[in-house]
């Protein structure tokens, strides 16, 4: 319940008499009714406030996901102009400027600058768009990596469904199916192969047995021309 409100306490009811007040029945009924309310009140106010958490939740993940996007657009124009050569070290205690790229990105960006560099690579990979998206949706380093397995034609298929997609499970969902995909083409290539290998040797085999055959029919012939003795 609220703080600070509490129920209405009904009067008390003997119900074995038989000549029962009907002013205090009423009271009673009314007290149920206010009591009922009341509890309605307490639950909508957890409701509200169950949404309101929900809401700055999704917010945060929204400010992280452009805030990484940021981060790279900062990253490449430092690293780009060599910028953090001329900026100072918040961290240094004599103000001493960045002694490399490496410490601008711990301390500016907060992430390693190898890490920039895997989150370059995978917005290379779908294209800024689509890696905006990516973000919203919350793909992880293992959906990249699942993605950039696929063969081109497939990634461009989730790229695509990236952008359009409402979440991460979408986006998964198709990506297995890709993934699926490819793997069935690439066993049916390989079972062409072996064909084709088996065919091959088959050939190989049958153009030595006619040679061998050839080369036993010319021994025949010759044989056939020397004298009897």
Request: hydrophobic fraction near 40%; include cysteine.
């Amino acid at each position: 319940m609220t703080a600070g409100r509490k129920p209405i306490k009904a009067p008390a009811i003997d119900l074995t008499d038989a000549t029962i007040d009907q002013e205090k029945v009423s009271s009673a009924m009314t007290a149920m009714r206010a009591d009922v309310i009341t509890q309605h009140e307490a639950e909508k106010d957890e409701v509200l406030a169950a949404g309101i958490e929900l809401g700055r939740l999704e917010a945060l993940d929204f400010i992280a996901a452009t805030a990484n996007t940021a981060a790279l657009v900062i990253f490449e124009n430092v690293k780009k102009s060599k910028a953090w050569r001329i900026l100072r070290n918040p961290q240094s205690a004599v103000s001493a400027n960045f002694e490399s790229l490496e410490e601008f990105c711990e301390v500016k960006l907060g992430k390693s600058y190898r890490r920039m560099q895997t989150l370059l690579g995978q917005r290379s990979l779908i294209g800024q768009d689509a890696y905006e998206q990516a973000e919203r949706l919350g793909l992880r380093d293992v959906d990249y990596n699942a993605i950039k397995a696929l063969p081109a034609p497939d990634q461009e298929l989730i790229r695509r469904a990236v952008e359009e997609a409402q979440s991460r499970d979408e986006v998964l969902d198709l990506q297995e199916l890709a993934a699926r995909h490819a793997t069935e083409k690439a066993a049916m290539v390989r079972q062409v192969e072996e064909a084709t290998a088996e065919a091959k040797a088959g050939e190989e085999v049958r153009a030595g047995l006619h040679k061998r055959i050839d080369k036993l029919e010319r021994e025949k012939s010759r044989s056939e021309k020397l004298p009897p003795d």
